[in-house]
């Protein structure tokens, strides 16, 4: 059974730093990309970005890029989500995913078909 | 913003059919990309609901169904039952992975 566990809830102040994972089990994980989405309260879904834990190759999305680093330990088939200085929007709800493709005449279709439980992050001064 | 529409809510009473659009433009979904859904249970973590248009992952019921036409895709929902009540997201691409605004599904 493919499952994605992430870690708990966290409560931080501006300016702190912060890691937070997402470790998969019951498939090869070195094998396939993990995304991260945010939902900030009451709010939609937001692709964040993705890695490839074979390789660690990390593709951003504009919005995220240069705010968040993601990164992977495919020896403990585990991924990371990390802010090196949070600030009070980055409370979220963050959600890790196992992401797939596929090629439909010529156009590339991601997809997420699997999704860990949530890691909410609440900074607050 | 989001460059997928959908309607914020929609609602029905038990056993009726429902169906929540996906708005897109020509460099999304009327371009060729396909689109997915999925439904977030209140409090708990997204489930993918539909992939590649139409297809329902093992273990989704057949009450659910999903379509695609030219810049827009749906969602129907037949048969309504009060555990659909949830909100309801569709997927695609446009230069990166793209979520539309979401849609909660109220079951009266």
């Known amino acids: 059974e493919v499952q994605l566990v992430q870690s708990g809830a966290e409560v931080k102040k501006p300016g702190e730093s912060l890691k937070i994972s997402c470790k998969g089990s019951?498939?090869?994980?070195?094998?396939?990309?993990i995304g991260w989405v945010r939902q900030m309260p009451g709010k939609g879904l937001e692709w964040m970005g993705i890695?490839?834990?074979?390789?660690?190759?990390?593709r951003y999305s504009p919005s995220f890029q240069g705010q968040v680093t993601i990164s992977a330990d495919k020896s403990i088939s585990t991924a990371y989500l990390q802010w090196s200085s949070l600030k009070a929007s980055d409370t979220a709800m963050y959600y890790c995913?196992?992401?797939?493709?596929?090629?439909?005449?010529?156009?590339?279709?991601?997809?997420?078909?699997?999704w860990g439980q949530g890691t909410l992050v609440t900074v607050s001064s | 913003q989001s460059v997928l529409t959908q309607p914020p809510s929609v609602s029905g009473a038990p056993g009726q059919r429902v169906t929540i659009s996906c708005t897109g433009s020509?460099?999304?979904?009327?371009?060729?990309?396909?689109v997915h859904w999925y439904q977030q249970l209140p409090g708990t973590a997204p489930k993918l609901l539909i992939y590649?248009?139409?297809n329902r992952p093992s273990g989704v019921p057949d009450r659910f169904s999903g379509s695609k036409s030219g810049t827009s895709a749906s969602l129907a929902i037949t048969g309504l039952q009060a555990e659909d009540e949830a909100d309801y997201y569709c997927?695609?691409?446009?230069?990166?992975?793209?979520f539309g605004t979401g849609t909660k599904v109220t079951v009266l």
């Open positions: 997927q695609s691409y446009d230069s990166s992975l793209v």
């Open positions: 890695i490839y834990p074979g390789d660690s190759d990390t």
């Open positions: 590649g248009n139409s």
């Open positions: 020509s460099s999304n979904i009327g371009a060729g990309y396909d």
């Open positions: 995913a196992r992401h797939l493709m596929y090629d439909s005449s010529g156009y590339y279709n991601p997809y997420f078909d699997y």
């Open positions: 019951g498939y090869s994980f070195s094998s396939y990309w």
